[in-house]
C-alpha cells in the first residue's frame, strides 16, 4: 500500500499539537518554537518544501520533533547564532529561516529516521515493578531483558538512586545519578533486588562512548529542560564508564536467544517503556507467544516476568502493568501497578 498524498493542512495541524504537547510538559520555548514553525510552514518559507510533501503520518512519525531535534543538534555542535537565540528562549521567524536554511543537510537527515529517547526518568516509574517483583520472589535475583533500550540508559535502573519525596530507594551518596519524582498511593514493597545478568536490544541502538550518538540522543531533549538534559548525561556517563552495551536486533529475535539462556535461579523480566507501540503487530504476537510458551516452564526456582509501562487506559500518564509467572501460576497473573507520567515525573500507585 502506498502512503497517502501530502496533506499540508495535517503536517501544520500535528506541528502546533506538538507545540501544545511540549508547553503541557514544561517545556515553553519547545512549544513557541513548534508554533513558529507550523505558521512558517503555512507561509510556504524556503526550508518548508521537504515537510509539506511527507506522505507519512506527521504525528505518529513525530515530524515536528524531527525537526526540532536538528534544531537542537545544530546548537549542540556550535552555532553560535541560533544557541544565542536558545539561550534567551526567543526566537523571530528570521531566526528559524535562516537556522533552517544553513542546517538543511542536517534537517534532511533528521527527518530520515524517528526520533530517538532514552531518558532514565522512566526508572522511576518501571522501580515500583522491580521491587514487586523482588517481593512476589523473596531470595530470588533478576536476569533482567530490555527490549527497546537505545542507548541502554534504563538498563542500570540499579545503579541510580530515587527520592520520592515520602520515601527513598537507594544510596545518593554512590549512585550513578538520583531521580526525582513525586510519588502518589500507597507505598510499594521494600525490597531490594538484585541483578545477576542484564541485556537490551534495539533495532537502531545508540553507542553511550560514541560522541556521535551521544550528541544525537541530547538532541531529542527539548533544550529548555536543561535538567532533563544534565541526567541523561550523568546517565550516558555511567552507562560509558560500565560498559552498558545494547544488542542491534528485533525485540521478538533477541527476546528468543535471551529466553534460550535463562537462568535456573533467578527471575527472568522482560520489560520495556514506551516501545510497544512502535513494535509491528506480528512482533508484538511474537513476544506474547514466547512469554505464554515460556510461562509454562516455570519453576519455583526460576519464575518469569514480564513488566511493562506503555499507553493503556490512563488519561494523564502510561499504565504500568506487571504479568507474573510462577510455580503457582504458569498462566500467568497480570495486574496493574499504577500510572506513571510519560517523563518519570510523578507515579500513581494503585496496588493496595
Known sequence: MSNPAPDAGAIIAAFRDQAAYCRNLGSPFTGSLLDLAAGRLAANAPWAAPLLAWR???????LALRLAGALHRAVLDGDQQLAACYAARQIDAEDLDAALTRHGGLLAQY?????????????????????????????????TCEIGASA????????????????????ATTAAL???SRWGGPRP???????????????????AASATDRQRLLSYIWADQPERLQRVISALDHAKTAGIQVTRAHAADFLAAQLENRRPDAVFVLY???VWQYVAAAEQQRITALMQQAGK??????????????????????????????????TGVTEKLGVGDYHGRWVRWEKD
Open 111 to 143: 527527518l530520515q529516521s524517528p526520533p530517538q529517547t532514552n531518558d532514565p526518568q522512566r526508572s522511576a516509574v518501571l522501580l515500583g515493578g522491580f521491587l514487586q517483583i523482588a517481593q512476589a520472589c523473596p531470595g530470588l535475583a533478576l536476569q
Open 272 to 274: 520495556h517503556s514506551i
Open 189 to 207: 514493597p521494600q525490597a531490594l533486588p538484585q541483578v545477576v545478568a542484564r541485556a537490551g536490544c534495539d533495532v537502531a541502538p545508540l553507542d
Open 56 to 62: 507519512g503520518d506527521a504525528r505518529a512519525d513525530a
Open 152 to 171: 541502554g540508559l534504563n538498563l542500570s535502573w540499579d545503579a541510580y538512586a530515587y527520592d520520592y519525596g515520602r520515601w527513598q530507594h537507594g544510596a
Open 297 to 330: 516452564q516455570v519453576t519455583a526456582a526460576a519464575p518469569l516476568a514480564w513488566l511493562r509501562f506503555e499507553p493503556g487506559a490512563a488519561k494523564d500518564g502510561a499504565d504500568l502493568t506487571l504479568t507474573l509467572w510462577t510455580g503457582d501460576a504458569q
Open 178 to 180: 538520583t531521580l526525582h
